[in-house]
């Protein structure tokens, strides 16, 4: 693996472990207040973040993209950002919701980045390979 799709699985293992220790506290401690964190670790950390690596690991020409760094950056930074404010939230304070939303926001705006990316280079590649073929 090389570029954004090396750094995605970095922080994919990072997440699972976090996700991991999170889960058997809980478990230990017998208290689940931090749940919906907990999930959001596994989901957007561990499986999202995967799912990204793979994707360009396997698509050269999006891992190559400018665009791929932006929406590494943007998904990397908003989802440390929205997991350590979910753990603050869910441990009681409120206040902290407008970061945990703009949080969220701006990984929505990642994620539709990455579907503009992925789909580009699968159908643009695709119409591309098509006109090749046809001449």
Do not use: K
């Amino acid at each position: 693996m090389q570029g954004v799709a090396r750094n995605f699985f970095t922080l994919a293992v990072i997440y699972s472990i976090l996700g991991m220790m999170l889960g058997l506290s809980m478990a230990m401690s017998q208290d689940h207040t931090q749940l919906p964190t907990h999930a959001h670790i596994m989901v957007l950390g561990w499986i999202m973040s995967s799912v990204f690596a793979f994707f360009y690991h396997l698509v050269p020409a999006a891992r190559n993209s400018r665009l791929s760094t932006i929406h590494f950056w943007a998904a990397a930074v908003s989802s440390i950002v929205m997991l350590v404010t979910l753990f603050m939230f869910y441990g009681g304070n409120a206040a902290i919701e407008p970061v945990l939303g703009i949080a969220s926001l701006v990984y929505f705006a990642a994620t539709m980045l990455f579907a503009f990316i992925a789909l580009r280079a699968l159908w643009g590649g695709e119409a591309a390979g098509a006109r090749a073929t046809a001449h």
